[in-house]
């Protein structure tokens, strides 16, 4: 494919910064390990085979539960890109005889662990960070802690240049860190391709096919996937209780729908995040009652914090017809079991993304989410 043999000439391309490295903490093995295979196959196709660009490293921990990081072999003048999912609550340790689970606070430590073992050796730092730590704390309401923005500032302090993140719940976080690289990428073509190659036989013309944004936060992505597919787009306004916290937030009293009739269409659904799930099933159980036909919801982090048993069940009924997610993020095996779910794997979008970073030049010349859209919707006519 043409963007394929682009990022071939671009990836082995003499004008690179420096010699490219990748860490990979724990939480992120899978990720990385995909990755570091696109790289691979790039160098190999370019003339110059290297088995592997993934540096050896660890974060072992002591049995108190106090942790260090190491890292095995040289990385003197590379162009190290650190890779970390603060979302893998599947990581253990042991702590006085006791296996706890890392918890985002612990993933983000492991990441300032090995900064701090590159001592100063590397040409570049450069962070990729899908799920952004902290970033569902991203405004300060009350008296409240601003754990985005901290954690931000302090990876600039630390020496970082870049950092690539995606979907994050709110992008202005970047004002804390105005004089830093923040990349916030959404992988628009993966998930429609994903869509399309799981479900094949769907159409998504304007008269069969629509967009609907959960909420009014949501209406960016929402309206980029209507714009792309000329279908209309509608959205759900979160009524909410403002009186009132629980588990930190105002509850939701109800979901009032806005835009044109539903009947008879699929429709799909994106946002940044499925957390418990509540608000996907409430909008899905509404659309059903005005009688759309398929429900597609998609979430770039599909965490399903209160388990899959509601989803499991609203698939058995007809209500759900699937649910994309991405890779970015862990994902329980439970999860990747279930028919309804759809993965979307983003990895070699990171890679393009590496390769483009590694050179200084603009991502754009090697994909563009737009015309790659275009080229798969003509695919399919």
């Known amino acids: ?46 003339g110059f085979p290297q088995e592997t660009f993934i540096v050896e490293s660890e974060c072992p921990r002591f049995s108190s539960g106090d942790g260090k990081g190491i890292i095995k072999s040289t990385i003197r003048g590379d162009d190290l890109f650190l890779l970390v999912d603060v979302g893998n609550y599947s990581c253990t340790y042991n702590m006085f005889g006791k296996l706890n689970c890392m918890s985002p606070d612990d993933h983000f430590q492991d990441l300032k662990r090995m900064i701090q073992a590159c001592s100063g050796k590397a040409h570049r730092l450069n962070v990729i960070m899908p799920i952004l730590y902290g970033g569902r704390q991203h405004r300060r309401s009350y008296r409240e802690s601003l754990d985005c923005a901290a954690a931000l500032q302090d990876l600039q302090d630390m020496g970082v240049a870049n950092i690539i993140t995606f979907d994050a719940h709110d992008p202005r976080v970047c004002n804390a860190i105005p004089l830093m690289g923040f990349d916030n990428v959404m992988p628009y073509y993966q998930v429609l391709k994903a869509l399309f190659h799981a479900v094949p036989d769907i159409e998504t013309d304007r008269e069969h096919f629509m967009v609907v944004s959960p909420d009014e936060g949501a209406m960016s992505r929402n309206m980029y996937y209507a714009s792309v597919l000329g279908v209309d787009l509608g959205m759900f306004y979160k009524r909410r209780d403002y009186s009132r916290i629980v588990n930190g937030r105002n509850p939701i009293v109800a979901h009032e729908y806005l835009g044109s009739s539903v009947a008879g269409k699929n429709v799909f659904i994106a946002d940044d995040i499925i957390s418990s799930g509540e608000s996907v099933l409430d909008i899905a159980y509404a659309l059903k009652k005005q009688n759309a ?19 499991d069940k609203a698939f058995e009924e007809g209500t759900i017809s699937g649910v994309l997610g991405s890779n970015l993020t862990y994902r329980s095996p439970e999860l990747r079991s279930r028919e309804w779910f759809i993965e979307v794997d983003v990895s070699k979008y990171i890679a393009y993304f590496i390769a483009s970073i590694n050179h200084d030049i603009s991502v754009s010349k090697i994909i563009d989410p737009h015309e790659k859209i275009k080229d798969l919707l003509a695919s399919r006519k």
Not at 8 to 16: A, E, H
Not at 293 to 311: D, E, H, P, R, V
């Open 1 to 46: 494919m043409p963007e394929h043999l682009d990022a071939v000439k671009t990836f082995n391309s003499p004008d690179r910064v420096a010699p490219l490295g990748l860490i990979v903490t724990e939480g992120a093995r899978e990720l990385g390990e995909k990755i570091d295979a696109h790289l691979t196959r790039w160098a190999a196709e370019g």
């Open 293 to 311: 036909k398929n429900i597609y919801a998609y979430a770039t982090y599909s965490i399903f914090t209160n388990g899959l048993a509601s989803f």
